[in-house]
């Protein structure tokens, strides 16, 4: 019987303008949200985004196998899994349950045209969405992979809105697809502290889950 194919997920920090963000060092909200869904799963990263990251010495990232993509295979680089491509390292990781690819553009680019045994490689998009104008970056979501990441071949399953109140985000909506309205996360998360002269907290951020639409597939 052939192996299940573990849930393949896209997360990315974006904002509504469709902006990728590596590093969003206004708070530790995009920080702590990610490490919550990618704690003890592979992450994979393009070569250009992990060589930032190893750069900052913020790769491997701790608790959970990491992975880059490079045009050279077969090596470790930092304690870090490198290969060829991403079904290399889909394969690799297939006794998994999930695999998170994070990013940087063109890595999200490739995995949305990808295949795997016939079907769409992506099923599942995390996106932390941050408000336009607070981080400037030069990489941008073209218009077409917006489309293949949005209804109707995704849907919305899970969205939570946070909103800054002084030196905390505090969740102020919830939804999910399955009961509706819920009542808000009550956690407090602080605005990091670690914030350069010209930083500014963002004013709020929002978490959406998105499904591939199983009915697009068939």
């Not at 003890?40 to 930032?52: E, L, Q, S």
């Not at 045009?71 to 991403?86: P, R």
């Not at 949305?112 to 045994?117: P, Q």
């Not at 599942?124 to 109707?152: C, E, F, N, R, W």
Request: aromatic share 8%; with cysteine.
């Amino acid at each position: 019987m052939p192996q299940k194919k573990p849930e393949v997920c896209l997360s990315m920090a974006k904002t509504r303008n469709n902006e990728i963000i590596i590093s969003a060092k206004s708070s530790n909200l995009d920080r702590n949200l990610f490490n919550e869904i990618t704690s003890f799963y592979p992450c994979i990263f393009g070569d250009i985004t992990a060589i930032r990251m190893v750069g900052k010495e913020q790769l491997p990232l701790r608790n959970r196998p990491n992975g880059i993509i490079l045009d050279s295979c077969g090596t470790k680089i930092n304690g870090v899994n490198v290969y060829k491509n991403i079904k290399s390292a889909i394969g690799d990781f297939r006794h998994f349950d999930k695999i998170f690819i994070c990013g940087g553009v063109q890595t999200y680019i490739n995995s949305m045209n990808e295949t795997l045994n016939g079907q769409p490689l992506v099923d599942t998009i995390v996106k932390t969405i941050l408000p336009d104008g607070y981080i400037k970056s030069d990489k941008h979501l073209d218009d077409k992979t917006v489309a293949q990441m949005s209804a109707p071949n995704f849907e919305l399953t899970l969205y939570q809105d946070y909103d800054l109140h002084g030196d905390y985000y505090v969740s102020t909506d919830c939804w999910t697809k399955e009961t509706g309205s819920l009542a808000p996360y009550s956690a407090k998360i602080p605005v990091n502290k670690n914030l350069g002269q010209n930083d500014i907290a963002f004013p709020d951020i929002r978490l959406e889950i998105w499904k591939r639409n199983q009915t697009r597939t068939k």
